[in-house]
């Protein structure tokens, strides 16, 4: 399973101050491919809400199986 994220900077500066990361509500996702088809969801919701030049970089984690601890 797989979470997306995206990280969003103002296009020029160099601050984490002129970031804002997004962390998925809909996953996870089965396979990587999936994940990376929501984070170009998420990248065109995050473009046409924040109308600034933006540079994106996006992970898809692989989420670490949970299960009853016996």
Not at 3 to 9: E, G, I, P, T, Y
Not at 20 to 45: F, H, S, W
Not at 48 to 56: E, G, H, L
Request: hydrophobic residues 40%.
């Amino acid at each position: 399973m797989f979470k997306a994220m995206v990280l969003a900077c103002a296009m020029g500066t160099f601050s984490p101050d002129t970031c804002v990361q997004a962390n998925d509500l809909e996953g996870p996702y089965a396979t990587r491919e999936e994940c990376k088809v929501r984070i170009e969801e998420m990248i065109a919701g995050i473009a046409a809400t924040i109308p600034a030049p933006m540079n994106f970089h996006y992970k898809c984690e692989q989420q670490k199986p949970e299960g009853i601890k016996l």
